[in-house]
């Protein structure tokens, strides 16, 4: 079992290598958050939750800038989705969207989509458990 102190050590490591590594010519870069709500056409939900899953495995596969994408979908309204992106900076998030796989994934659910609010926000702070 791991001491406490040392636990602290090493989360106190990750964090450094993890913003370290959003560093270059001596500036921080600042990652790029952002917010999407959907609504599926419930008739399509399942080739919509397809298509998604295949974009986003693919996107934290092969874009290193692209450094965590959550979808999570409400009880009681499964058609509704919530998107949490996080990106390394403004290029790797124009990157992104510019990707063959993102660009597949628009044209394939492009009617599947009722209704889409993107949320632009700002990091106040970004934690994460290192289990």
């Not at 958050?33 to 008739?43: G, M, Q, S, T, Y």
């Not at 998107?83 to 394939?108: C, G, I, N, W």
């Amino acid at each position: 079992m791991m001491k406490p102190r040392h636990a602290l050590i090493l989360c106190a490591a990750m964090a450094a290598s993890f913003l370290g590594g959003l560093a270059f010519a001596g500036k921080a870069a600042v990652p790029v958050v952002r917010i999407a709500e959907l609504e599926i056409d419930p008739a399509q939900l399942d080739a919509y939750q397809a298509a998604v899953k295949e974009e986003m495995a693919t996107s934290v596969r092969i874009e290193p800038g692209v450094l965590a994408i959550y979808a999570v979908a409400e009880k009681a309204h499964p058609n509704r989705l919530r998107f949490f992106e996080m990106y390394a900076d403004e290029a790797a998030y124009r990157s992104h969207l510019a990707s063959p796989h993102f660009q597949k994934y628009v044209k394939t659910t492009q009617q599947m989509i009722l209704s889409r609010k993107l949320i632009e926000t700002v990091p106040v702070l970004l934690a994460t458990n290192p289990r």
